[in-house]
T-cell receptor, first 114, second 115 residues
């Protein structure tokens, strides 16, 4: 059974700092991995999707990497801003299930202090 | 293009009642998935519908059910509500739910409180 873990559970940094969020998964048989952002009480916003054959994806100040063989992904946020404060979730789409079912980690709650 | 919409946004029910939540996917999307989010359990998969057929089901009791209409809109129903059903219910849509590069788009959620 696929399990996804995110470390740390919470992170507080000063504005302008570069930071890394970590995600690990137990079964490397995945189609893809997605990083989402969730603001308090709101839905999820997709940030980046990395296919299983890819190593990284970039969007603006965000860079996500994937090492499928070791079951790890990182989300790098450059020059953090207070507006980046949110919970960041990673999710994998396991090969063992059909369709679009995702398995989520518990999330990392990020606070960027002005 | 309009995003995923969910109605109602907030709901208060009492134990034993039933509730129906609605999700309208992005136009052209045929796959709709439902998730339950609670502080203790995180995001858990409920079920997925594609072309009016349930394609996947999570580990939830039979009190949780759903359906999808020909226009891809989906509803989920929870009967005999329990206090533990209090949660944020999220719906996600994607084009076909099968392509490797396919992104899923989430709605704002329905916040259900069971008293």
């Amino acid at each position: 059974k696929q399990e996804v873990t995110q470390i740390p559970a919470a992170l507080s940094v000063p504005e302008g700092e570069n930071l890394v969020l970590n995600c690990s998964f137990t079964d490397s048989a995945i189609y893809n991995l997605q990083w989402f952002r969730q603001d308090p009480g709101k839905g999820l916003t997709s940030l980046l999707l990395i296919q299983s054959s890819q190593r990284e994806q970039t969007s603006g100040r965000l860079n996500a990497s994937l090492d499928k063989s070791s079951g790890r992904s990182t989300l790098y946020i450059a020059a953090s801003q207070p507006g980046d404060s949110a919970t960041y979730l990673c999710a994998v789409r396991p090969v063992e299930t059909s369709g679009s079912r995702l398995t989520f980690g518990e999330g990392t709650q990020l606070t960027v202090n002005p | 293009k309009a995003g995923v919409t969910q109605t109602p946004r907030y709901l208060i029910k009492t134990r034993g009642q039933q509730v129906t939540l609605s999700c309208s996917p992005i136009s052209g999307h045929r796959s709709v998935s439902w998730y339950q989010q609670t502080p203790g359990q995180g995001l858990q998969f409920l079920f997925e519908y594609f072309s009016e057929t349930q394609r996947n089901k999570g580990n939830f009791p039979g009190r949780f059910s759903g359906r999808q209409f020909s226009n891809s809109r989906s509803e989920m129903n929870v009967s005999t509500l329990e206090l533990g059903d209090s949660a944020l219910y999220l719906c996600a849509s994607s084009l076909a739910g099968g392509a490797i590069q396919e992104t899923q788009y989430f709605g704002p959620g329905t916040r259900l409180l069971v008293l």
